[in-house]
C-alpha cells in the first residue's frame, strides 16, 4: 500500500463521516434548535465563561485535545506489531462513530446544563454519588495527565549535563526550544489584550500573530540563553499551570491555543507535503498483525490508540472549558467533531511517517530513529530531504516544537480542568450549591485558588517521583473515562426524549475493552508483585486497576437501570 494512496482514503472517509454522520446527528439530537444564548453569554464572567468566535475557540479545543495523543498513539501501536490496515481501521470507525459522537455529544450535552462538566450531568441525570465517583476518577486521571505532561515539555527544555558540567552542544535543540515556548507566551499575552481590550479586528491580528511566531522562531533558533536543568524546569512549569489556570482565559488560554493551532495546521500541511513527496510504502509495517507477536489486538490496540480514535480526556475538555466558551451552539460540530477527525487525519499521517521510519531504521541502524518524537519529526523531515541536510534539521526542530507547544498546551487545559472538577466535587448542584454560596469546610475546599494550588502539586509531585510507574494504567482509564462520558451523555439524552442509540454500541464496546484491559494489567502487575523485588509502582497500579474495574461495573449498572427505566416509561406512554 502506498502511503499517499492510504492518506486520500482516509480523508475522504473521514470527510464522508463529517458531512453526513455529523448532519445526522445534529438532527437527531436537535442541534441549534434551542434560542437560548449559550452558556459563555448567560453565563459569561469574564475569567472562564467567555465566548469566543469558533476559529479561536478551534484553536483552543483542537490543541487541548490533540496534545501527544495522536502522534505517540500510532507510533506505539506500531512498536507492539499491529498492522497499518488495523489501525487505519480502528482510526477511521472509532473516529467517525466513537471519537467524534463522544467529543460532540459531550460538548453539547454540557453546553445545555450551563458549561457543567461531564460529572455534573451524571449528577442531573443518574445520582450524587454517581457524579462523586466519576469526578474522583476524572481528577486522578487529570492529576496523571499534568504530571506526565509536566515532565515531558521539562524534559523537553531540559539541558544535558554530563557528570554535573553542562554540554551545550546536546542541550542546544532543547534551549531553542524552550525560548520560542516562553516568547510563545509572550505574543499570546499581547494578542489577547489587542483582541478583547482594544478590540484589534482578529483577521489583522492573526496575520500580525503569524509574522510574530515567524520571528520568535528565528529568534529561538539563533538566541537561547536559557541552559536549566530538567527539574528547575518542572518547577517553573509547575508556577506557570498555577498561574494560567485561573487568569481569564481571554488573556492567555484562549489567544495561545489559537496562535498555537497555526503551529498544528502548518504541521499538517508540512506532513501532507511530505507524504506527497515520499509517498513511501507502508511495507515496513504488518498488514493486520506481526508474525508471532503474543499482544493480543483486543483489547491492546483499543487502548493504545486513544487520542486518534476516541479519547475519555476529549470530554473533559469539551465540558470543562470548550462549553464556556461556545459562541453560538452550530459551532459545536465543527468544533467537536470535527476537531475530533481532523486528529485522525494527524494519526493516519503519523502512521504513514512510522513506516517511512522503520524502512529508514533498516536501511540505517547506526543512525536509526528512536522515541515517538525522533519517529515523527525525523519520519516526516525525511520524506521532504532524504540527504538528512541542512532543511531536514530545520524541519525535524520545528516539528519537535510544535510537540512541546501541544503538551504545554494540553498541559493548562488540563490543570484548569482539574480546578474544575475538584471545586465540583465538593458542591451539590441539585440543591443549588455554588462554590460561592457554600459555607464552612466546604467553601475552603471550593476555592479556585485553593483547588488549583493542589492540583498543581499533586501533579507536580507526581511528575518528579516517577509517574510513568503507573503510567500504563492511563490507557485503560482513559477509555474508561471515554465509555463513562458516553454512558453520561446517552442518559440525558434519554431523559429529554432525544434518540441515544448511537452512544450505546460505543459505550458497551468500550467497558468491554477498557474491563479486559485492566484485568490483564491487573494481572501483570500482581506477577510482577509476586516474583519479588517490586517497587510501588506494581502495587498502586494493581490496586487501582481492581478499583477501576469496580466504579466501571457500578456506573455502568446504575447507567444501563436509568436507560431502561427511560424505555419503560417511553413504552408505557
Not at 491555543?257 to 503551529?263: A, G, I, M, V
Not at 480542568?417 to 462554590?435: A, Y
Not at 485503560?476 to 458516553?486: F, G
Request: glycine residues 10%; proline residues 3%; hydrophobic residues 55%.
Amino acid at each position: 500500500m502506498n502511503g499517499l494512496v492510504l492518506l486520500i482514503i482516509g480523508i475522504a472517509v473521514l470527510l464522508g463521516g463529517y458531512i453526513f454522520y455529523g448532519r445526522w446527528l445534529c438532527k437527531q439530537w436537535g442541534v441549534g434548535e434551542s434560542k437560548e444564548e449559550t452558556p459563555a453569554h448567560t453565563m459569561e464572567d469574564g475569567v472562564d465563561y467567555v465566548p469566543a468566535k469558533a476559529p479561536i475557540l478551534m484553536g483552543h479545543h483542537f490543541s487541548s485535545i490533540a496534545g501527544a495523543g495522536p502522534i505517540t498513539g500510532p507510533i506505539s501501536a506500531a512498536g507492539l506489531g499491529f498492522g497499518w490496515l488495523a489501525c487505519t481501521l480502528w482510526i477511521l470507525i472509532g473516529g467517525i462513530f466513537f471519537g467524534g459522537v463522544h467529543d460532540f455529544g459531550a460538548l453539547f450535552a454540557s453546553v445545555r446544563h450551563g458549561g457543567k462538566s461531564i460529572g455534573e450531568i451524571i449528577s442531573a441525570n443518574m445520582s450524587l454519588r454517581a457524579k462523586r465517583l466519576f469526578i474522583i476518577f476524572s481528577y486522578l486521571t487529570l492529576i496523571l495527565v499534568v504530571a506526565a505532561f509536566a515532565s515531558i515539555v521539562a524534559s523537553t527544555f531540559g539541558a544535558t549535563y554530563v557528570d554535573g558540567v553542562l554540554d551545550m552542544e546536546a542541550s542546544k535543540a532543547n534551549a531553542q526550544v524552550a525560548m520560542v515556548s516562553l516568547l510563545f507566551i509572550l505574543i499570546a499575552i499581547i494578542f489577547g489584550y489587542c483582541v478583547y481590550r482594544r478590540n484589534a479586528p482578529i483577521s489583522v491580528a492573526s496575520i500580525v500573530g503569524v509574522v510574530a511566531i515567524v520571528a520568535i522562531i528565528f529568534i529561538g533558533l539563533n538566541f537561547h540563553p536559557i541552559y536549566l536543568s530538567t527539574t528547575a524546569w518542572m518547577w517553573i512549569v509547575g508556577v506557570y499551570i498555577l498561574v494560567a489556570s485561573v487568569t481569564p482565559v481571554w488573556i492567555l488560554l484562549q489567544p495561545r491555543d489559537y496562535l498555537s493551532s497555526f503551529l498544528l495546521y502548518a504541521m499538517l500541511i508540512l506532513a501532507a507535503v511530505a507524504i506527497v513527496m515520499g509517498h513511501p510504502s507502508m511495507d515496513s509495517l504488518p498488514v493486520f498483525n506481526a508474525e508471532g507477536n503474543t499482544t493480543p489486538v483486543f483489547p491492546v490496540l483499543f487502548t493504545t490508540i486513544a487520542c486518534g480514535a476516541i479519547s475519555g480526556f476529549h470530554s473533559l475538555v469539551a465540558s470543562g472549558t470548550t462549553s464556556k466558551q461556545l459562541d453560538k451552539e452550530t459551532d459545536a460540530k465543527p468544533i467537536a467533531y470535527g476537531g475530533m477527525l481532523i486528529e485522525c487525519v494527524l494519526a493516519i499521517m503519523t502512521l504513514i511517517a512510522v513506516a517511512y521510519a522503520y524502512k529508514w531504521n533498516a536501511d540505517n541502524p547506526d543512525l536509526a530513529l528512536k522515541g515517538a518524537t525522533a519517529i515523527f519529526g525525523g519520519g516526516i523531515a525525511g520524506m521532504i530531504d532524504p540527504s538528512r541536510g541542512s532543511l531536514y534539521h530545520i524541519l525535524y526542530t520545528l516539528l519537535v516544537l510544535t510537540y512541546s507547544t501541544f503538551c504545554l498546551t494540553s498541559l493548562d487545559t488540563a490543570t484548569r480542568m482539574g480546578r474544575f472538577m475538584f471545586q465540583e466535587f465538593w458542591i451539590d448542584s441539585t440543591k443549588g450549591e455554588t462554590p460561592e454560596n457554600v459555607t464552612g469546610f466546604k467553601k475552603i475546599m471550593a476555592n479556585p485558588y485553593v483547588a488549583t494550588i493542589i492540583t498543581v502539586v499533586l501533579g507536580v509531585f507526581l511528575g518528579l517521583n516517577g509517574y510513568a510507574k503507573i503510567w500504563a494504567l492511563f490507557g485503560s482509564a482513559n477509555q474508561l473515562l471515554a465509555a463513562l462520558a458516553l454512558l453520561a451523555v446517552a442518559t440525558w439524552l434519554g431523559n429529554i426524549g432525544k434518540n441515544n442509540k448511537m452512544f450505546l454500541l460505543p459505550m458497551a464496546f468500550m467497558l468491554v475493552v477498557t474491563i479486559f484491559s485492566l484485568i490483564i494489567n491487573t494481572k501483570t502487575q500482581i506477577g510482577l508483585i509476586t516474583a519479588g523485588g517490586a517497587d510501588w509502582g506494581p502495587y498502586v497500579q494493581a490496586i487501582l486497576g481492581v478499583l477501576l474495574v469496580i466504579l466501571a461495573i457500578v456506573l455502568a449498572i446504575e447507567g444501563i437501570s436509568t436507560i431502561s427505566k427511560q424505555k419503560n416509561k417511553a413504552a408505557a406512554k
